[in-house]
């Protein structure tokens, strides 16, 4: 239901999109976002942006990623620009979505996508 898609080998402080393609308006989600997961380490949320459009980033992407969607309703991708990118930036990057409902939260993943930092 959601591909990620975009990821590849970049040089520090060069720059990536990624984008997320949902089977279905974007609009119908609550939520969606990107999170990531580096070798060894927990999946952590790099951002997140309601339905209102409201975006929250994680500390250690703010001022360098920028998650954006097209404001139109029947679109269906979201993107991440991440800009000067770092090695600790290296990880498979998530693309999430979530619909609540009365029985509670229905969550979707995409399969990830592999982004690495290396000169």
């Known amino acids: 239901q959601l591909q990620a898609s975009g990821g590849g080998l970049v040089q520090p402080g060069g720059s990536l999109r990624l984008s997320c393609a949902a089977s279905e308006s974007i609009f119908s989600f609550n939520n969606m976002g990107w999170y990531r997961q580096a070798p060894g380490k927990q999946r952590e949320l790099v951002a997140d942006?309601?339905?209102?459009?409201?975006?929250?980033?994680a500390d250690s992407v703010k001022g360098r990623f920028t998650f954006s969607r097209d404001n139109e309703k029947n679109v269906n991708v979201v993107y991440l620009q991440m800009n000067s990118l770092k090695p600790e930036d290296t990880a498979v990057y998530y693309c999430?979505?979530?619909?609540?409902?009365?029985?509670?939260?229905?969550?979707?993943w995409g399969q990830g996508t592999q982004v690495t930092v290396s000169s």
């Open positions: 999430s979505a979530a619909r609540f409902t009365t029985w509670g939260t229905n969550e979707y």
């Open positions: 942006i309601t339905r209102a459009g409201s975006i929250t980033y």
